[in-house]
């Protein structure tokens, strides 16, 4: 691993490198926030992406990649005589030493438990900070890690279950009004109703500390992993998919299930 004048030394060539490409590339020069936010966007989930298959080589990648766009961010700021990389620094040190009063202060957290029950309030005090509980959750994230996040801001100032186990009957009564609404066709309340379903099940994943995210991108990998498999075989008798039979294809499934678990 690299010494600290080590990591500096790197960090101060990347500014360095891009500030000529700013200079003196056409593409580079010509980008401003707007234009960058969808790349900063696919930058993001290929790193998660790679966070996800455990993938070292490319999650290294991944984070340079994120990295230049959190340090072009910060030079067209700079440009703009708005902020610099010194400012974004600076603010996020100041922000992590105020939200760990007991590391930084007289506070006591023996467990990561103790942390979060205060970390709402904490970010409340903040002179910036969210103005209510759930202001601090944006907008633009996708709708099950929202409905995680919601969940777990209430929870953070007290808006919680007693039980956890008492999250089933939750879970069994939405499920039984969306197969009410289900069965009497009516597809707006059908909807709505399947919203709240899935809100039911994310809290009990929450509840029992399961990541909802991480849990569907497991099962979206395993299904990939089956699915592959099956018509991999398919194609090695010359045949296609949609020529087997759904009995065909599932004994297929059941040999990937056995060797590929």
Same mark, same amino acid.
């Given at each position: ?127 910036? %900070? ?41 879970? @069994? ?51 990939? @992993? @089956?699915?592959?498999?099956?018509? %991999? ?29």
């Amino acid at each position: 691993m690299h010494t600290r004048e080590e990591k500096m030394q790197a960090f101060g060539r990347l500014l360095d490198v891009l500030d000529e490409l700013r200079e003196k590339c056409p593409w580079d020069h010509k980008q401003t926030n707007e234009s960058l936010r969808p790349n900063t966007i696919e930058e993001t989930y290929e790193l998660c992406d790679a966070l996800v298959k455990d993938d070292v080589n490319n999650i290294c990648k991944e984070l340079g990649d994120v990295l230049l766009h959190v340090c072009f961010y910060a030079k067209i700021g700079s440009e703009k005589e708005q902020f610099d990389i010194a400012d974004v620094c600076n603010r996020l040190c100041d922000k992590l030493i105020f939200r760990h009063p007991h590391v930084y202060g007289d506070a006591v957290a023996n467990s990561a438990g103790d942390v979060v029950k205060t970390w709402e309030q904490i970010k409340l005090k903040e002179k910036d %900070g969210n103005k209510t509980v759930l202001s601090g959750v944006p907008d633009a994230l996708p709708a099950l890690i929202k409905a995680y996040r919601i969940q777990d801001k209430a929870r953070n100032v007290g808006f919680d279950w007693d039980k956890k186990e008492d999250v089933w009957d939750k879970v @069994r009564e939405e499920l039984a009004e969306l197969e009410t609404e289900l069965n009497r066709g009516d597809e707006e309340k059908s909807t709505e109703e399947f919203g709240d379903f899935l809100f039911s099940l994310i809290n009990a994943g929450r509840l029992y500390h399961l990541n909802p995210e991480n849990a569907l991108e497991h099962t979206n990998q395993k299904f990939i @992993r @089956r699915f592959n498999y099956v018509e %991999g075989q398919a194609l090695g008798q010359g045949r296609h998919l949609s020529e087997m039979t759904l009995s065909e294809m599932d004994q297929l499934w059941q040999e990937a299930k056995e060797k590929l678990g």
